[in-house]
């Protein structure tokens, strides 16, 4: 069932669903911009984190 295919698909989801501040998979990710006006995505458990360091949500 998850051969290689799987493991690609977990790759590209588990990569761009990644939170920038926990680093691990984000549910219900929110977009911010990081100091270099990067778009990252944040948990919502790492969201009142991201407030406190001044990132800006979109
Ligand atoms: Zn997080």
């Known amino acids: 069932m998850f051969g290689k295919g799987g493991f ?3 790759w590209i989801f588990g990569n761009r669903n990644k ?17 270099q ?10 969201v009142p984190y991201a ?3 001044a990132l800006r949500k979109l």
């Open 8 to 10: 690609l698909f977990q």
């Open 19 to 35: 939170c920038f501040i926990c680093n691990k998979k984000a549910y219900q990710p929110q977009m911010y911009l990081d100091d």
């Open 37 to 46: 006006g990067n778009r990252v995505r944040v948990c919502y458990k790492c």
């Open 51 to 53: 407030e406190r360091r």
